[in-house]
């Protein structure tokens, strides 16, 4: 290693309270590259030598171990507890997640959007205006700074922006028209998976002696949607494609290679 390399130690384990949230402790003198790359990566700082990650796809673990590589790539030391480990060799699957003809590749693309939109409207990058139920799921209507203002469909991992608009009248009136008596003013509440990652965010400089190591981790709040992929129910799959798309107008059906050729 050269004599250039960053002094620095990043230590990762699962954070005590809020089970999937991965923490950083850093240790050493040259701080500054292991703080740039967890930021990179979505890691939070809470302290001087904490930085937190915490997601509304509960994907945690995968982040963290893109980013330990990243972090080993620059000459950095990283150690990873044994339970984020355990979690990290173990593949996760979404159950029942209703985009049933995507591979876990995709399905992590879809949760990787929803979670920007979530940390715009976290950052104040994204304003949402009014919000509904449309009778299946939230939407609302927002607008970027310096950029366009969007319709958004969908909770949580699911989230999507399903229109764009040039101006926040358009958006605003377009979204009046669709919803009608339904509209309410402001951001819609938070979901009870918004509000278990904004409790960690709060929690982690209390949770901070407990930290370094693998401590007991309390199981979560709710029940977490996430199985492995061996046991993941396979379900009626025509079944759920045919609910998903009834309740959202902006998908519908392809088949990209006829049935009798796909044999």
Request: net charge negative; proline share 8%; aromatic share 4%.
């Amino acid at each position: 290693m050269p004599d250039t390399a960053p002094d620095a130690h990043v230590h990762l384990a699962l954070h005590p309270e809020h089970p999937s949230a991965v923490v950083a402790t850093i240790t050493g003198s040259t701080l500054h590259t292991a703080r740039a790359t967890l930021a990179s990566e979505g890691f939070r700082p809470a302290s001087d030598d904490t930085m937190l990650l915490v997601r509304i796809d509960h994907e945690e673990p995968h982040y963290a171990n893109i980013t330990a590589s990243l972090l080993r790539d620059t000459g950095i030391t990283v150690d990873i507890s044994d339970q984020l480990q355990e979690e990290i060799d173990t593949e996760w699957t979404w159950a029942d997640h209703p985009m049933t003809w995507l591979d876990r590749n995709e399905i992590r693309l879809v949760s990787a959007e929803a979670q920007k939109i979530h940390d715009d409207i976290q950052s104040g990058r994204l304003t949402l205006h009014l919000h509904a139920h449309d009778g299946h799921t939230t939407v609302a209507v927002g607008t970027y700074q310096h950029a366009d203002s969007v319709h958004l469909h969908g909770e949580n991992h699911l989230r999507v922006v399903s229109s764009s608009y040039d101006t926040p009248g358009e958006a605003i009136a377009d979204f009046e028209r669709l919803y009608g008596d339904a509209v309410r003013p402001g951001p819609p509440p938070p979901t009870d998976t918004e509000q278990q990652a904004a409790q960690a965010l709060a929690a982690v400089s209390t949770s901070a002696p407990a930290i370094g190591a693998d401590a007991p981790v309390r199981p979560p709040e709710s029940k977490t949607e996430l199985v492995p992929v061996y046991a993941a129910d396979p379900g009626d799959h025509e079944g759920l494609l045919d609910k998903f798309l009834e309740e959202q107008g902006e998908w519908e059906k392809y088949q990209a290679i006829p049935i009798e050729s796909a044999c």
